[in-house]
């Protein structure tokens, strides 16, 4: 902070401190309250002439000049940074105290510009002023690399949406309502990564709606590919779902021998190596998820048999199997050690036991009008166990999206549409390295799609304004990604049209797609073969080159429920399980709205196609505000900037 005197006029670029016949200096505010302002005075004085609130002021605007003007501000403690309209922000990895009420009440019609520094409550205050003036939808876009901060700042831009309607210090039910939402989200949908401690596991699109008053009405959440192969498997330095550990640590004594727990090192669905997570007191976030689930409608016993869900999963990755002893020489078929485990699952799932044992050794294939029972091999049984628990925990999360919309929807609502301001909240850019499977191919042509967006708007449609207008303007270079997009989505020969195919395809294995993309694609500028013989490809994104891995892309592409698994789950006694599975699980719900804005979410289709008809949908609704994450180093250390983690801030386009 400047240091001042009284008797001295200093500028900081912002605000102008001067004397005045008082012994407090005060603030030329532009109109803004100066008994509020005398509160901020650390905050507000961002100098001059050392770093820029605004890229668009830097003299010289170059990659250089950008990232040093960056550096300074974060180092200074000023981790937000405007380029014109769009929000730049540089993670801390630590809580940074400029988001309580008074800062609320700071931003409130103040939106952005040259009054205030740059904050994420001013993007907020921007999209709800535009919605009121000019009756139109609102979407505020939250895009970066994994570990910059996105999900955090999405919980402070809903924060700030809802306190902007509230009448009175607490606000309404229906603000407290979805604000309690993310707490619950986050720990099912949540998990630590190499790069994140807090890393979305899903892409969340959350629809605040509002009153012709400004007034809030209500909101929708809708879900994009959860990361499902997670929960039976894990990277180094990962950790499975929060939900998981948080139970672990703040069951009570009853819950865990009524849900028959283990210690977490005992599961095999847990990465034993990251049992604990830095800096979080997991007893206590099992109360907080508690109480946030009580607040969106969960009642004690929907939370009882959700446990119960939970419990399974965490069993089934425990179920081992062992070959039989058979005088055939060539009978590979398994059974499994120990029945008593899945004596325990069947419990908890209301299921026959010998039914799930039975699915998890054998399945039944019809032939000839005949059925005939097929018992399985070592490979095959493990495949079913973790099919069972991948099945289960993502239609529970289903399950959860629908009851937290079901909080958040109301009858007068429906009947009384006004306007909506949008957040989308998705996944940052991954390079995991080995682990690089279809869920980074997806998440990362999210990303593409989202940075061809970007380029669109940025750099071709101001162009084209400017010219059409007459103003001077010298063209801009910039990497256009529109290549890469193709590379992944034209027909008949993108690489989503070939991977659907070939999922149809008898007799197709993932070596053969391998094959297929190489063929197709060796002349593509986009596309390259790794030096070295493996099964994998090379994808140029605009954030550098992607290295994925073949296997098990075709079976994460069908991502269907095994019908032999989902047939032991509907014959459960209990009436939540079989809701899970059931066809038509948003039948429940009472609100015909409801039905037909989720009827196409739980079909049993090809996540493919389901993922490139959800981003679709995501450009449905008007795109007016943009913010941009960074992470400013590699190893979630605070407040530390690094150039070589920010390398790949310019492998790309960067205003």
Not at 602 to 620: L, N, V
């Amino acid at each position: 902070m400047a240091q001042f005197n009284p008797a001295t006029t200093v500028s900081s670029g912002l605000f102008y401190l001067r004397e005045i016949q008082s012994d407090v200096p005060w603030l030329d505010s532009y109109g803004l309250d100066p008994q509020i302002l005398r509160d901020f005075i650390p905050f507000l004085l961002q100098k001059e002439n050392r770093e820029y609130p605004d890229l668009c002021q830097l003299p010289d605007l170059n990659e250089a000049t950008l990232l040093e003007n960056l550096r300074q501000r974060f180092e200074a403690g000023h981790i937000y940074t405007y380029v014109g309209s769009i929000l730049i922000a540089v993670n801390p990895f630590k809580f940074h105290p400029i988001y309580n009420p008074k800062y609320v009440r700071l931003y409130q019609n103040q939106r952005i510009g040259p009054i205030l520094p740059p904050h994420i409550f001013a993007i907020a205050d921007n999209a709800y002023y535009n919605m009121l003036k000019e009756k139109r939808n609102q979407c505020i876009v939250i895009s970066g690399e994994s570990g910059s901060g996105k999900t955090e700042s999405t919980n402070f831009l809903l924060h700030h949406l809802t306190a902007l309607s509230q009448k009175g210090a607490h606000g309404s039910g229906v603000e407290q309502t979805i604000l309690s939402a993310g707490p619950v989200l986050e720990a099912f949908g949540n998990a630590k990564t190499a790069h994140n401690n807090n890393s979305s596991r899903f892409g969340k699109f959350i629809q605040v709606n509002y009153r012709e008053n400004g007034m809030v009405q209500g909101a929708v959440v809708q879900k994009y590919l959860l990361e499902k192969s997670r929960i039976v498997s894990q990277g180094h330095y990962e950790r499975n779902y929060h939900v998981f550990y948080y139970l672990l640590s703040g069951a009570t004594d009853t819950e865990r021998d009524a849900l028959h727990l283990l210690p977490a090192e005992k599961y095999h669905y847990l990465n034993a190596k990251n049992l604990t997570l830095e800096n979080c007191d997991e007893k206590y976030e099992f109360s907080r998820l508690k109480q946030s689930m009580e607040m969106v409608g969960f009642s004690a016993e929907k939370q009882r048999r959700l446990f119960n869900v939970l419990s399974a999963v965490l069993l089934l990755g425990n179920v081992e199997f062992f070959p039989k002893k058979s005088t055939y020489h060539h009978d590979e078929s398994v059974q499994v050690r120990n029945p008593d485990v899945v004596g325990l699952i069947s419990e908890l799932l209301r299921v026959k036991q010998e039914t799930l044992m039975s699915a998890l050794t054998s399945k039944r294939v019809k032939a000839s009008g005949e059925t005939l029972i097929m018992q399985y091999k070592l490979p095959e049984a493990i495949a079913a166990r973790d099919a069972l628990a991948k099945c289960l925990y993502g239609a529970l999360f289903d399950w959860i999206v629908l009851q937290v919309n079901h909080a958040l929807l109301n009858k007068d609502q429906v009947l009384h549409t006004g306007h909506s301001i949008g957040v989308l909240d998705i996944f940052g850019f991954e390079d995991f390295g080995p682990q690089n499977s279809f869920e980074q191919l997806c998440i990362n042509y999210a990303n593409e799609h989202l940075q061809y967006y970007f380029n669109l708007h940025v750099f071709k449609y101001e162009q084209k304004e400017y010219k059409r207008e007459g103003i001077k303007w010298t063209d801009i270079e910039f990497l256009d990604n529109y290549g890469c997009l193709q590379l992944f989505e034209s027909k008949p020969s993108g690489l989503l049209c070939i991977l659907d195919d070939l999922c149809n395809f008898p007799g197709a294995t993932n070596e053969t797609l391998l094959q297929k993309f190489n063929s197709v694609h060796k002349d593509n500028a986009f596309y390259e073969k790794p030096q070295r013989k493996e099964n994998a490809f090379i994808i140029k994104h605009y954030a550098g080159k992607v290295k994925y891995q073949v296997a098990e892309m075709r079976e994460k592409n069908l991502d269907l429920m095994r019908q032999d698994i989902v047939s032991v789950l509907k014959n459960s006694s209990m009436a939540f399980v079989r809701e899970l599975v059931g066809a038509d699980p948003v039948a429940v719900f009472r609100w015909a709205i409801l039905r037909a804005f989720f009827r196409g979410y739980f079909a049993f289709r090809s996540a493919g196609i389901k993922h490139r008809k959800e981003r679709a949908d995501m450009s449905f609704n008007k795109l007016a505000t943009k913010t941009r994450y960074r992470a400013p180093n590699d190893s979630i250390e605070t407040f530390l900037f690094k150039a070589s983690g920010s390398g790949r801030w310019y492998a790309g386009p960067v205003p």
